[in-house]
């Protein structure tokens, strides 16, 4: 299993502003993901972390508002940049093993709200 | 992507047996399926997945139709601490040789234990 901690845990923003959130997985994992939980949503997938590459990103999230780090087999950033009130929302970090057969495990969220 | 449905919500009785359905009519042949819940304020956790033949392991059972249409997820006994959201995901890979995979989410079954 993998034990995954993200920071901060929550922060309230102002408008315009960037934050980046710190994933940090304590085993080494092929794979990393960032999801984003809108207030009574279901999850969506913002973007694979690959590790010395760049992030793929699904339809509707770009690099620019979401630029993404991956330097190492156990870390990822995702940042919200030159944010407004709707990315208000829980930012889920998860990580696994490659192969559709695999577990994947979720960190406990950053919550960010933004004024 | 191979979708599934699921009913928004049902509701258990704690100490009773919970079968939990999802649809998904058009999987393909090598689509695992997950169960995945969410506990209040939580990431989303494991429960367990298959491919063809039924499964057990210490949280659930995962039985699986016969032409793989269509799954259920049992709870042998419901206690208070299984009130979560219960995703059922068809894993999708892509990349070469099934190494790569993401999850997506959809919008899942709220499960109300009652005492």
């Known amino acids: 299993s993998a034990v995954i901690s993200q920071k901060p845990s929550r922060d309230i923003c102002q408008r315009g502003t960037s934050l980046t959130i710190q994933c940090q997985v304590d085993?080494?994992?092929?794979?990393m993901f960032w999801y984003r939980q809108q207030p009574g949503q279901s999850l969506t997938l913002i973007a694979t972390?690959?590790?010395?590459?760049?992030?793929?990103?699904e339809s509707g999230f770009v690099i620019d508002k979401f630029p993404i780090s991956r330097p190492n087999l156990t870390f990822s950033t995702l940042t919200v940049s030159n944010m407004s009130p709707e990315d208000s929302s829980i930012y889920l970090c998860?990580?696994?093993?490659?192969?559709?057969?695999?577990?994947?495990?979720f960190g406990p969220g950053t919550r960010l709200t933004v004024l | 992507d191979a979708k599934t449905t699921q009913p928004n919500s049902m509701e258990s009785n704690e100490e009773e047996p919970v079968h939990l359905p999802c649809n998904h009519s058009?999987?393909?042949?090598?689509?695992?399926i997950h169960w995945y819940r969410q506990l209040p304020s939580q990431g989303p956790e494991y429960v367990i997945h298959?491919?063809?033949?039924?499964v057990n392991n210490r949280m659930a059972s995962l039985a699986i139709a016969e032409d793989r249409k269509s799954s259920t997820l049992i709870l042998h006994r419901a206690t208070l601490r299984d009130a979560a959201v219960y995703y059922c995901?068809?894993?999708?890979?892509w990349g070469g040789g099934g190494s790569n995979y993401k999850l997506t989410f959809g919008k899942g079954t709220l499960l109300t234990v009652n005492p």
């Open positions: 998860s990580a696994g093993a490659s192969g559709g057969y695999n577990e994947q495990f």
């Open positions: 085993s080494q994992v092929t794979m």
């Open positions: 972390a690959n590790q010395g590459s760049e992030a793929t990103y």
């Open positions: 058009t999987i393909s042949g090598t689509d695992y």
């Open positions: 298959g491919l063809t033949s039924n």
């Open positions: 995901i068809l894993r999708d890979n």
